[in-house]
């Protein structure tokens, strides 16, 4: 089976950077398409980006748009969500999910998941 550990949440001012972390074990990292997801109080969990296997294929929510960039090294069975320009809106617990080859945006897609991250975004 496959594990997840994300890392790498924390408070933040408005405007400012994060880089989220999930470090993937227990599989063969380079066949698994990842995805990042969130969930704010009080709303559902939706998708956020998510990257392809070999990392050339991405895909991202149109609120996050050339502010957030997922990445991968899968040297270090780790993918990345590198998060620029953060705005209150961004609060939210961030998942990362795992699903063999395709990438997709939808949750019900991925089978493994990990334990969340909080990013707070103050204004």
């Known amino acids: 089976q496959v594990q997840l550990v994300e890392s790498g949440g924390g408070l933040v001012q408005a405007g400012g950077s994060l880089r989220l972390s999930c470090a993937a074990s227990g599989g063969t990292f380079s066949r698994y398409a990842m995805g990042w997801f969130r969930q704010a109080p009080g709303k559902e969990r939706e998708f956020v980006a998510a990257?392809?296997?070999?990392?050339?294929?991405?895909d991202y929510a149109d609120s996050v748009k050339g502010r957030f960039t997922i990445s991968r090294d899968n040297a270090k069975n780790t993918v990345y969500l590198q998060m620029n320009s953060l705005k209150p809106a961004d609060t939210a617990v961030y998942y990362c999910?795992?699903?063999?080859?395709?990438?997709?945006?939808?949750?019900?897609?991925?089978?493994?998941w990990g334990q969340g991250t909080q990013v707070t975004v103050s204004s």
């Open positions: 990257i392809g296997g070999s990392g050339g294929r991405t």
């Open positions: 999910a795992a699903r063999k080859f395709v990438i997709t945006t939808l949750q019900t897609g991925y089978a493994y």
